[in-house]
């Protein structure tokens, strides 16, 4: 395990706005519960609750990665009418504590869907 630190720096905030999610001529997440992670010169993430994504879309995947700043990340497949789109989302079920507040959140890789869009307000 790593620590973020000033060489590799992580902040977990709340998203001022409102977050939606669009695969597969739908959207399939809509929240105004969004945490944005920001890491070391990496695209910001934005990690969104359970709650707030059509769960029935959602199949998981054997696939497990592991981050040294973040911890073990399950997958989960997009799959829907006939489309799948193979581990398009992932999550943190426990995360180390520095990234700790998005634990049961779920994150979408943007080439995978359609659009993540962000509206602040």
């Given at each position: 395990?790593?620590?973020?630190?000033?060489?590799?720096?992580?902040?977990?905030?709340?998203?001022?706005?409102?977050?939606?999610?669009?695969?597969?001529?739908?959207?399939?997440?809509?929240?105004?519960?969004?945490?944005?992670?920001?890491?070391?010169?990496?695209?910001?993430?934005?990690?969104?609750?359970?709650?707030?994504?059509?769960?029935?879309?959602?199949?998981?995947?054997p696939h497990v990665t592991y981050c040294?700043?973040?911890?073990?990340?399950?997958?989960?497949?997009?799959?829907?009418?006939?489309?799948?789109?193979?581990?398009?989302?992932?999550?943190?079920?426990?995360?180390?504590?520095?990234?700790?507040?998005?634990?049961?959140?779920?994150?979408?890789?943007?080439?995978?869907?359609?659009?993540?869009?962000?509206?602040?307000?």
């Open positions: 395990m790593k620590i973020p630190g000033i060489d590799h720096p992580i902040t977990v905030q709340p998203t001022q706005g409102r977050v939606t999610v669009r695969w597969n001529g739908q959207i399939i997440a809509d929240t105004t519960r969004a945490l944005t992670l920001e890491e070391a010169g990496f695209a910001s993430v934005q990690y969104i609750p359970l709650e707030d994504v059509e769960a029935s879309l959602l199949e998981p995947s040294p700043y973040k911890g073990d990340a399950t997958y989960f497949t997009l799959k829907a009418s006939g489309q799948r789109t193979l581990n398009a989302v992932w999550t943190y079920k426990e995360p180390f504590e520095a990234v700790a507040p998005i634990a049961g959140y779920l994150a979408f890789y943007p080439d995978r869907v359609q659009q993540i869009s962000v509206v602040e307000k």
